[in-house]
């Protein structure tokens, strides 16, 4: 028969959550709403500006741009999912070691991009950065300084050093 | 902006995806759901169910057979534009693919999904047109083969029915030489115009050059006309001028907000020149 409302299986940032969604749920609203993970934004809403970006089975994706119920099996990471053990990922550091950011709203897109960039190739030039950016839209930066947070965070992960503690820096 | 409501199922091969077209008059095919899902959201389409076909493992995946290269429809533009065997075998296909969207639409858009909704401003139609593709598409009674120059037959519009699905392309694999150059619209990154060329050619003299044109009109074209006055002649600056001086000969292009058809034809006669160009290093 149709399913009117499906139910799904989706590991966010390893943790597994069964829901039953309607089918016309958007990925990003899912994350949203029924699972209150609003570090994922929406920007533009057509697929255009990447602030929702997310990463799906290892595949960064603009999350405004599929469905939940084709997210069934899948494994996300979020935002909410990039610090691990008290630590910062290297790519959080990076942006806030070089100021890549202003306002913020882009921000959580531009960083889950940055992870794939650098897992895919954890010393990407500077072209290299630019065009796999963008699918990213920031109207405050003018980019220059991400690209020098994702260099930052590619050498971070390339030293192995150890990253910041979680909450360095705030209030101080 | 949301959806109207539909029923979705997923089907886990083209049997059962053919089955549920046959039994749903409403339904639609869902793969990488990139052209889809946009107008899902505006509700510019508002099917009953969406079949969802991305987890059909046989749609998808590259490989050569018979000198030809067959590439599964719900192969992604990512994996196309990564892929060894495509860089290898067509050129012109490894050229288009990293041209398309952004890497984030590239994880998810599919080959077979692109060329069957011919988009006119699409990339890939150009490309299909320039080195005869040939489309399976597998219905009720099995499948049958079409070519690309019969496929494409207006805006948005092939000759796939309504109860059939793409399931592979073959594309000829021996590794012509080929390259695809696109005039972006600045915000979208849709083609105002894309050309598509592959060439053989021998010290200096030309063999067979292919050409084909998206985002001028309606539907992708070959730009025969160009293709016949260059086809055996020797390489030169002034043959290719004066060859790309005829590739709107006769063309109505389409006119919107970001391009007027005059400034298109205007453009399909440079793109052309330029494709060809660099090319054949003339």
């Not at chain 2, 494409?152 to 012509?176: A, H, N, R, S, W």
Request: glycine share 10%.
């Amino acid at each position: 028969m149709e399913e009117h409302h499906v139910g799904i299986t989706v590991e966010v940032n390893g943790r597994p959550h069964r829901s039953t969604v309607e089918p016309r749920t958007l990925l990003v609203d899912y994350l949203r709403d029924d699972l209150g993970l609003t570090g994922t934004h929406i920007g533009c809403d057509t697929g255009q500006c990447g602030a929702c970006t997310i990463i799906v089975d290892g595949q960064s994706v603009k999350s405004c741009m599929v469905l939940a119920v084709q997210a069934d099996g899948a494994h996300v990471r979020t935002v909410e999912g990039l610090a691990q053990d008290g630590r910062y990922h290297a790519v959080q550091q990076g942006f806030w070691e070089k100021h890549g950011l202003q306002c913020g709203f882009c921000t959580p897109g531009f960083m889950m991009q940055s992870v794939q960039i650098l897992e895919d190739n954890p010393d990407p030039s500077d072209e290299e950065i630019r065009d796999a950016l963008e699918g990213n839209l920031c109207r405050c930066t003018g980019y220059q300084n991400i690209v020098e947070a994702v260099k930052a965070a590619g050498a971070t992960i390339r030293s192995g050093a150890e990253t910041m503690a979680v909450g360095t820096g705030v209030g101080a | 902006m949301h959806p109207a409501p539909f029923a979705y199922k997923a089907a886990h091969s083209v049997e059962e995806a053919l089955q549920l077209l046959r039994s749903h008059e409403d339904a639609k095919i869902l793969a990488g759901g990139h052209s889809l899902i946009p107008a899902l959201k505006l509700r510019l389409t508002q099917p009953a169910l969406l079949i969802d076909i991305s987890k059909i493992s046989s749609l998808r995946g590259i490989r050569r057979e018979n000198g030809k290269l067959i590439i599964g429809s719900g192969t992604t533009h990512r994996e196309i534009e990564k892929s060894h065997l495509v860089a290898e075998a067509s050129p012109l296909l490894a050229s288009v693919a990293p041209q398309i969207g952004d890497v984030q639409v590239r994880h998810r858009g599919t080959f077979g999904g692109s060329l069957a909704h011919a988009d006119p401003a699409g990339d890939w139609p150009a490309a299909a047109l320039a080195v005869d593709a040939e489309l399976v598409i597998a219905g009720a009674h099995g499948t049958r083969t079409v070519h690309a120059s019969e496929f494409f037959t207006g805006m948005l519009t092939t000759v796939i029915q309504p109860d059939e699905i793409l399931t592979e392309i073959k594309v000829p694999g021996e590794g012509t030489p080929g390259i695809y150059l696109k005039h972006r619209n600045a915000a979208s990154g849709y083609a105002t115009v894309g050309v598509a060329v592959t060439a053989t050619h021998d010290h200096g003299r030309i063999g067979t050059v292919t050409i084909g044109v998206t985002g001028a009109t309606p539907v992708a074209f070959r730009a025969s006309v160009v293709e016949h006055a260059l086809n055996g002649h020797a390489v030169s600056a002034h043959l290719l001028d004066e060859a790309a001086s005829h590739a709107a000969d006769g063309l109505e292009c389409l006119s919107d907000i970001h391009a007027p058809a005059a400034y298109r034809s205007q453009l399909v006669k440079v793109m052309v020149r330029r494709a060809l160009g660099k090319l054949l290093h003339a």
